[in-house]
Structure formats: C-alpha cells, structure tokens
C-alpha cells in the first residue's frame, strides 16, 4: 500500500492467503514438495520459479526446528537474496556443513519469500508476499531407505496418556490426528512429524483401545492408506 510514497508489503502464509481486492500476488514456486540432502553428496539444489508478472526478489533462509535441540548451521545455502525476472527459475544451492557423520536423519525448515520490487498503479494497490515453507531432511550416509517408517513408531497406553515413541533413525511424516480403536475417540498429535528418538504423550480418556490408527505421508507429502499400529503395552 502506498502511504506518504511508500510502498508496504503484505507477507501472508502460502497456507493462509486469502483474496485481496486490488492486489498483486508475488508468487514464488519449488520445483519440489521437500529438499532431500544426501550425506553422501555433500550437496543439492532447487530450481524456484517466480511465477509473478514481475520482477522478484527471493529471499532464501533455513530455520532450525526447536525441539531438534540443535542449533548449529548443518546447511549453508546461496545466494540468500536474488533478484529473479517474471517466469523465469532461480537454482538455490546447499552445502552440507557436518562436524562429524549423522547418524539420524535430520529435519529442518526452508523459507522461500518472493518480495516485489516495485508496485505500480493505484494508490490502494497492495502487494503480497508468498512464502513457501518447506521441509529440509538431510539423509546419513550408509542409511537404507525405509519406504515406510511410520510403521517402526512405537505405541502405548501409560497412565491415561498415549505414549508415542520414535527410536528408529528416520523423520516420520503424517497427519496431526490419530484415532483409538475400536471406539474411533480422536487424539490430537503436536506437529505432523516425529523426529528421530523423540518420545512423546498425549492425554486420553479411552484406556481400553487396543490399537491406533494413523494417517501416514512419504517425505514428499505423498498421502498413503491408513496404519492400524498395536499398542503394545498398558499401565495404570
């Protein structure tokens, strides 16, 4: 919005974008869902495109997890900031910066935001600022690939709380919400992912289920079908 010949810019989440009259969106699009870093190649890139009708500029940032409890700069990436002509790809590039070998994967966040230069028009004209919020997993080197790790989560009722444990070396993706079989009773989760060795409980009231479902995603958001997981133990 232009006040006292200034523009401001609007920054709205891709998740939360909502119309605004008179506006001009400034689109910024990955090539892919998830940035996948392999130890073993020390490096890799992606390809976003500015899909406005002008000019941009991309500002690229990695923000850690904080319940990841570690706040060294795993990745590097360049250029932090480029200008990108309308349609047109810019190819961000990361670098792996390891002190010693993972031996867990590792999961942290991108941030891609498209800035336009210059607004042109009406004075009530506003620009908005997409950012697109990815996830960053970087793969140890010599780790098979689990095509399923939801499955290797561990499951129990401690005590009025379902407990959901992670002790496997991979990140697991999947919705927010899992239900209690066999009566169905919904338990709300805090992230749709779990980190490896992370150990985490919820309360409930159904301390008789027997199972629970979940509603699992691939690295690259891919839903699949539900897993029924056994709980395999009961206390108190």
């Not at 998830?34 to 690229?60: C, F, I």
């Not at 004075?123 to 793969?139: E, K, S, Y």
């Not at 779990?194 to 309360?203: A, D, R």
Request: no cysteine.
């Amino acid at each position: 919005m232009r006040v006292g010949g200034k523009v401001i810019v609007v920054m709205l989440s891709v998740l939360t974008l909502a119309a605004v009259n008179d506006s001009r969106a400034a689109g910024v699009m990955p090539e892919t869902s998830l940035l996948l870093l392999d130890e073993a190649d020390g490096s890799g890139a992606m390809l976003v495109k500015n899909t406005d009708e002008q000019p941009l500029l991309l500002y690229s940032k990695i923000e850690n997890l904080a319940e990841d409890g570690d706040e060294k700069p795993l990745v590097m990436l360049t250029p932090p900031v480029a200008r990108v002509e309308a349609g047109e790809w810019q190819q961000v590039r990361f670098m792996l910066q390891l002190q010693q070998p993972l031996k867990t994967q590792r999961l942290k966040r991108v941030i891609f935001e498209g800035i336009p230069q210059q607004l042109e028009g009406g004075a009530a004209q506003v620009g908005v600022a997409v950012r697109q919020n990815l996830p960053l997993v970087i793969h140890p080197k010599g780790l098979a690939v689990h095509r399923e790790p939801w499955k290797l989560l561990k499951w129990s009722l401690e005590a009025g709380r379902l407990v959901m444990e992670n002790d496997s070396p991979y990140v697991v993706r999947l919705a927010e919400v899992v239900h209690l079989k066999p009566q169905g009773t919904p338990v709300q989760l805090e992230h749709n992912y779990v980190l490896p060795g992370q150990k985490l409980s919820f309360p409930v009231a159904d301390t008789e289920a027997e199972a629970v479902t979940l509603y699992p995603a691939t690295l690259y958001s891919y839903t699949v079908d539900s897993y029924d997981a056994p709980l395999t133990a009961k206390a108190g």
